[in-house]
Each structure stands twice: as C-alpha cells, then as structure tokens.
C-alpha cells in the first residue's frame, strides 16, 4: 500500500514570498502523483497532476511541482504567494489501475501581510 | 457547470443509528469515490465506483457500505453508528477515474451523539 508522507504539517510564509511544500510516497512503481488545496469549510480543490512526461508540472493559481522519480518525491512550489493561498494542501498518490488515492496528513500554509 | 452536490451538509446522529449520505457527481462523471476525512486519521478513501460497479474498497467495517445508481449518483451508508465515525465525508467525482483528476464536494459533516 502507497504511504504519503508530507515533511511539513506548517509553513508560515510571507506575503509575496516564495513557498515550497515538500512531498514523498513509497512506492517505486508507476504512480499518478496529485496536490489538491483544501480552504477552510470545503472540499478539496485539484491544483495538478502528474500522470506521466515531463517531470515538471504546471497548475493552477502560479503552482507546479516536480516528479523526481529517484527520491520518490513529488514537491509544491511558488514563487511568490498570495494571502489567498492560505489554506491547507495534500498531497496524493495513486497505483495505476487502483482507483483510490491514498493523501498524506497535509500541510497548512498561513500568508502573512 | 454544476460542481459535485452533496447532501445534507450537516447530520448529527445518536450512536447505534445508521445514516445515507448522498452524492450528485458533475454530468458526465461516471466514477464516485468516498473518503472520510478526521483530524486523527487525515482523509481515508472509502471505495469507488464506476458504473454501478465498486472498483476499489478501503480498510473500513462492514459498517460502511455504498453504491452507485444508473445515473451515477451515489450514496454510502453507515450502519450502527459508532462516535468514532464523527468525520467530514468527501464524495469525488471524476470522468473515469483518479487519473482524470478528482472534484471533490463540499462534504456531509456527520457527528455522532
């Protein structure tokens, strides 16, 4: 079973600074890696995926992360962040052909002006 | 587009009771997945659905249990209510599964008494 461990349960940051949440599961087989962002009194919200390709993806909102397929890791960056980003974010992963995403504990982010 | 619909967004239960929480995917969608989501736990994938057919189950009692309609809407139901199941249940939904990208509803904020 795929274990997610996210290396960071707080990142205070300030406004316009830059943020990176890290992320790395276990396995070492083929994996569809995804961050999803979680406001408070919501669901979760796709930021991005990585299926396969390119090891560097772009999503929404100024995000992208990076595959590294070596050290199993999946890490959120951007470079300048909004008070608006304040929220919690998850990273996930998912065995091909398992159906189910397996998160980890989550990191909350707190912008401050 | 309407988003995912989930209902009721509050439920207080007394223990040994059991509950439906229903799921409305986007149109189009045809896989539903559940994931309970606790501050002790983080967010545990439920099972998924895909046509009418679960795919995929996670380490849950026999308490828990779902299905999926023709329509694609879906609802779990859990039996003998115990005060540990006082979670926030996601329903996702996705084309044809968790590499499309999950969205996820806002949740059922179950509380059991």
């Known amino acids: 079973a795929q274990s997610v461990t996210q290396l960071d349960s707080q990142v205070p940051v300030f406004e316009e600074a830059p943020v990176e949440l890290r992320c790395n599961y276990s396995?070492?087989?083929?994996?569809?890696l995804f961050w999803y962002v979680q406001y408070p009194n919501q669901g979760l919200q796709l930021l991005l995926k990585?299926?396969?390709?390119?090891?560097l993806v772009k999503g929404i909102n100024g995000f992208e992360a990076e595959f590294n397929k070596s050290q199993t890791s999946f890490h959120l960056r951007k470079p300048s962040v909004h008070i608006s980003d304040t929220a919690e974010y998850f990273c996930a992963v998912s065995d091909l052909g398992d159906y189910k995403l397996s998160f980890g504990a989550g990191t909350t982010v707190t912008v401050r002006a | 587009k309407a988003g995912v619909t989930q209902t009721p967004r509050y439920l207080i239960k007394t223990r040994g009771q059991q509950v439906t929480l229903s799921c409305s995917p986007i149109s189009g969608h045809r896989s539903v997945s559940w994931y309970q989501q606790t501050p002790g736990q983080g967010l545990q994938f439920l099972f998924e659905y895909f046509s009418e057919t679960q795919r995929n189950k996670g380490n849950f009692p026999g308490r828990f249990s779902g299905r999926q309609f023709s329509n694609s809407r879906s609802e779990m139901n859990v039996s003998t209510l115990e005060l540990g199941d006082s979670a926030l249940y996601l329903c996702?939904?996705?084309?044809?599964?968790?590499?499309?990208?999950?969205?996820f509803g806002s949740g059922t904020r179950l509380t059991v008494v």
């Open positions: 396995s070492s087989v083929s994996v569809y």
């Open positions: 996702a939904s996705s084309l044809f599964g968790q590499n499309y990208g999950y969205t």
């Open positions: 990585y299926l396969s390709g390119s090891t």
